[in-house]
């Protein structure tokens, strides 16, 4: 591969970012790569590791001569860091981010572009459970969707080339409108997330269940929604905050369908429960096919492997 950003600056250096810098340095995409973290703690680990090229101790010293910029931090913090590093970009440089949300990302961000400056959001949907700098590996992004939402007056060569980096590190690119994207991670992503954050909560308050019972006991569907609730706190917090109308319209569709299968659980409806387990589970076979998860028993676990951290 050769060089497509002359310098590539992370802001914030968690999983997606980690990864990001490694895949990059895997495919030599990227002259050089720079960092920055609020956290000194952060920052201290990611030298200690290598992650970047340069892991530096200021916002305007990451972003300065950088050609693209890519902030990757919470979807509430994106406001006040654009703010920040907004007088330090360079002339023609592109601002992305990897934001769960689009729509408030763009409210926040946009007006702190500078002219000149090519702004286009984007979100790879792509993650573990795990966060921080120790967490990414160059190949998170393998055969995964990255979706980009230009605006309207974007400039197509800085789509272009933004695209080029991301198929680069391995993923698959989509364009959607924001406010859609918004509407479709609620139904994938978000919605998904709340409820398994649900259910985990509902087995720690239910007092006739004990702890040990639930954790020396837990079958695969609940130990599923735990990985999914171990997931950053701050990242999902802000992600509700921001995503607030679309993911209230699904989970306001969610309750009705659980009212639905209550009833039919109630009344002893044995055909409707079939027919309904049946449409839903074409669509798992839906996602094995398009190839974003594995057919394996047990959702692909190695018998006996112990769990990562």
Avoid at 47 to 55: A, F, H, Q, S, T
Avoid at 118 to 145: Q, Y
Avoid at 147 to 158: E, G, I, R, V, Y
Wanted: hydrophobic share 45%.
């Amino acid at each position: 591969m050769s060089v497509i950003y002359d310098r590539v600056a992370l802001i914030g250096l968690g999983l997606i970012a980690g990864s990001m810098a490694l895949a990059m340095r895997q495919e030599g995409l990227a002259g050089e790569v720079t960092g920055y973290a609020r956290s000194q703690e952060t920052r201290d680990t990611a030298r200690e590791i290598g992650l970047c090229d340069r892991v530096c101790d200021s916002l305007a010293e990451a972003v300065a001569d950088a050609d693209l910029v890519v902030l990757a931090v919470p979807v509430g913090a994106m406001g006040e860091v654009m703010a920040e590093i907004a007088p330090h970009l360079a002339a023609g440089a592109t601002v992305t981010d990897v934001g769960s949300v689009k729509q408030s990302v763009i409210d926040a961000v946009g007006p702190y572009i500078p002219q000149g400056v090519h702004f286009i959001p984007g979100h790879p949907l792509a993650g573990t459970e795990h966060s921080g700098p120790r967490a990414g590996f160059a190949t998170l992004f393998r055969n995964r969707w990255w979706l980009l939402t230009p605006l309207p007056d974007a400039d197509p060569q800085a789509v272009a080339r933004l695209d080029r980096l991301i198929t680069a590190m391995g993923a698959k690119t989509d364009r959607m409108e924001a406010t859609h994207h918004d509407l479709v991670l609620a139904v994938t992503s978000h919605a998904p997330h709340l409820i398994a954050y649900t259910m985990v909560g509902v087995a720690d308050h239910l007092r006739r269940v004990t702890d040990e019972e639930v954790i020396q006991y837990s079958a695969a569907g609940f130990r599923d929604f735990t990985r999914i609730a171990a997931s950053d706190p701050t990242m999902w917090r802000d992600v509700f905050l921001h995503n607030k109308e679309a993911t209230l319209d699904i989970l306001g569709r969610f309750t009705e369908e659980l009212f639905v299968l209550q009833r039919a659980i109630r009344m002893g409806d044995g055909q409707h429960l079939h027919d309904y387990f049946t449409r839903t589970r074409a669509i798992r076979r839906g996602i094995i096919e398009a190839g974003q998860d594995t057919g394996a028993p047990d959702f692909g676990r190695t018998p006996g492997a112990k769990p990562t951290a």
